[in-house]
């Protein structure tokens, strides 16, 4: 599909049905994951692509009771909010609470690893948190759920699991010093899947040469 088309639609599924992937489909997608750019070109993460139903009921699992936590107060929160936007946040919380109740019958849940060590984390210093080593990993996860996008299959990036990274590491015997930066579950929609996104414009969100100047 045209480029512009597949960013542009490509929102977060939560709704996916249990049926398998096609290995060849799924393989595309693995590739499109691997053509990602990263620091150096040192490509250093990995996906531990998750397929059998044990690991997979442990991390739904796992994934729920985080989702559970991150929810609480969250409709509460939206009972102040303005019709349009409580209406939308009521359907982003049915459709994270089915994929908390589902993600266990996922197809395929992509675990991206990362090993810290193989990056130039040139921010790592700074007096703030750092993101410069996420840059070599989430470039990735965006290839993959384009190519997903492209093969007619939901998915979301998810990092509730993140939380648990001990516990992940161990179900999927992920060796020190590898941390997990994102779990994609994967497969094809249930209804519509990808379609319009709601986003800021570029020009709310770009200056010309300098902070607070407008894009003209
Ligand atoms: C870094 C990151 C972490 C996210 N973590 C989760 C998550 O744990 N669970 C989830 O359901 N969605 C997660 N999302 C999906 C976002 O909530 C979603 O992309 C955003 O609300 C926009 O929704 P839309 O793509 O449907 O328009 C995450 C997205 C990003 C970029």
Redesign the pocket.
């Given at each position: 599909m045209e480029l512009y088309d597949a960013m542009s639609t490509?929102?977060?599924v939560?709704r996916l049905k249990p049926d398998p992937i096609p290995t060849d489909v799924l393989n595309r997608v693995l590739e499109a994951a691997a053509w990602a750019p990263t620091g150096g070109n040192a490509q250093p993460w990995r996906i531990v692509l998750v397929t059998d139903p044990a690991p997979k009921r442990t991390l739904g699992d796992l994934y729920a009771a985080s989702?559970k936590a991150?929810t609480k107060g969250y409709a509460d929160r939206l009972k102040g909010a303005p019709e349009a936007d409580r209406a939308r946040g009521a359907r982003?919380l049915a459709a994270?609470d089915r994929?908390a109740a589902h993600f266990h019958e996922t197809p395929a849940i992509a675990i991206f690893c990362f090993d810290a060590r193989q990056m130039a984390i040139t921010d790592a210093k700074l007096d703030r948190v750092s993101v410069v080593g996420g840059g070599s990993v989430?470039t990735a996860v965006q290839n993959l759920m384009l190519a997903c996008r492209a093969e007619g299959l939901g998915c979301?990036?998810?990092?509730?699991l993140c939380e648990h990274e001990p516990a992940v590491k161990r179900l999927l015997a992920i060796p020190d010093p590898w941390g997990t930066a994102?779990a994609v579950p994967i497969g094809y929609p249930i209804g519509r899947g990808h379609g319009p996104?709601?986003?800021r414009p570029a020009s709310s969100l770009t200056y010309d040469n300098r902070w607070g100047e407008a894009h003209k």
């Open positions: 490509l929102r977060a939560r989702w991150f982003t994270g994929l989430y979301v990036l998810t990092t509730l994102a996104i709601r986003r």
